[in-house]
């Protein structure tokens, strides 16, 4: 079955410090992975998309298809980065779009002064 | 451009009406999708219009219905209304190539 599972509910760090924010997935098939953060009322938006390749506010994320793995990892934490973060899966067999979304339960991110 | 615009923002609804949610995509955008957000699942997928035709559908019973007109506009309907039902329902959009989807603010449902 696909799955995407977030092993921590929470991570706090202080600013300064490294983040990595854990992401594995199951999947048959050829899956796209993507990263979406949640600020405080604000609404959910794109943060990653592996395809992309890119590196967006410092975080960046590498699929790891022997692991079945997307982390988030950040090298040095700010306090603005404080948010909820879901990883999300998605089928990519719809010739390019991808609209059934698996999203993780997420990773709510605490960065302290 | 504008965002993509969920109305109404909040509903109370009694056990056993339907409701109906509206959801404008950003301009352009022929994908249309809808998420439920619990505090107990998460978020979880619905269906996904593209061009006025549901091209997937998720695991929810077939009280939840939606459909998109050909403005790409999108609606969701969900019929005889249970507790359980009480959730955030969210809509995002993207062009056809799904460059990422772009979320709404969502409809805060309550049901009781």
């Known amino acids: 079955a696909q799955r995407v599972t977030q092993p921590e509910k929470l991570l706090s760090v202080f600013k300064g410090a490294p983040v990595e924010l854990k992401c594995n997935y199951s999947y048959s098939g050829s899956p796209e992975l993507f990263w979406y953060v949640q600020y405080s009322r604000q609404r959910l938006q794109l943060l990653l998309r592996?395809?992309s390749r890119e590196s967006i506010k410092g975080f960046t994320a590498d699929l790891n298809k022997g692991e079945t793995s997307f982390h988030l990892k950040k090298p040095f934490a700010q306090e603005e980065d404080s948010a909820m973060y879901y990883c999300?899966?998605?089928?990519?067999?719809?010739?390019?779009?991808?609209?059934?979304?698996?999203f993780g339960k997420g990773t709510k991110l605490s960065v302290k002064p | 451009k504008a965002g993509v615009t969920q109305t109404p923002r909040y509903l109370i609804k009694t056990r056993g009406q339907q409701v109906t949610l509206s959801c404008s995509p950003i301009s352009g955008h022929r994908s249309v999708s809808w998420y439920q957000q619990t505090p107990g699942q998460g978020l979880q997928f619905l269906f996904e219009y593209f061009s006025e035709t549901q091209r997937n559908k998720g695991n929810f019973p077939g009280r939840f219905s939606g459909r998109q007109f050909s403005n790409s506009r999108s609606e969701m309907n969900v019929s005889t209304l249970e507790l359980g039902d009480s959730a955030l329902y969210l809509c995002?959009?993207?062009?056809?190539w799904g460059y990422g989807y772009t979320f709404g603010s969502g409809t805060r449902l309550t049901v009781v």
């Open positions: 995002a959009s993207s062009d056809q």
């Open positions: 592996h395809i």
């Open positions: 999300a899966l998605s089928d990519s067999n719809y010739g390019g779009s991808q609209g059934n979304l698996i």
